[in-house]
């Protein structure tokens, strides 16, 4: 009787390792698709994004008075933005972050703008956005470190060359 609950106790025991075992495969699987079915956001979606954070600028421009629905719509304009460069990080929102921190400039938003420049020279700065943001943000008094270069044997050799 013993050796037939010492039995069960085992099967018992190796089934759960194998559920274990496999819920974490599964779960990693599901993750694996969710990520590539992350959402892109498309032509006409980024079109329209841009036509937003244009308007607004005239607005401001024009000296038109900003209405609430104006400022509700800068601001989802900027967490809408901050969610799809979590998903999809692309060249393509890097005028989107320069003008709409250039918006948040004109208005005083200074956290927000910036907040939208240093995105870009961190994300985009091979774009010609990356400079002209790190230009804003040095007239701001903003220092920005620029990223250590590790020195390969290449680069001693170039500079081997150039000293003779």
């Known amino acids: 009787m013993r050796k037939i609950i010492t039995l069960i106790?085992?099967?018992?025991?190796?089934?759960l390792c194998v559920i274990n075992y496999a819920m974490p495969a599964d779960a990693a699987r599901k993750n694996v698709k969710d990520k590539k079915e992350?959402?892109?956001?498309d032509e006409e979606q980024l079109n329209q994004m841009t036509q937003k954070i244009d308007l607004l600028t005239r607005k401001y421009y024009t000296r038109e008075l900003y209405s609430p629905e104006d400022s509700d719509n800068l601001i989802n304009l900027k967490l809408q933005l901050d969610e799809i460069m979590n998903t999809t990080p692309e060249p393509v929102y890097a005028p989107l972050y320069y003008k709409l921190g250039n918006l948040f400039k004109l208005r005083g938003m200074r956290a927000e703008c910036i907040d939208c420049l240093k995105t870009v020279v961190e994300n985009f700065s091979d774009t010609a956005?990356?400079?002209?943001?790190?230009e804003v943000l040095s007239e701001m008094g903003i220092v920005i470190k620029e990223p250590e270069r590790l020195i390969t044997d290449e680069?001693?050799?170039?500079?081997?060359e150039e000293f003779y």
Request: a negative charge; one cysteine or more; charged letters at 40%.
């Open 155 to 160: 680069d001693e050799e170039e500079e081997d």
């Open 9 to 15: 106790c085992l099967v018992m025991f190796s089934v």
């Open 38 to 41: 992350a959402p892109k956001v």
């Open 129 to 134: 956005y990356g400079p002209k943001s790190r």
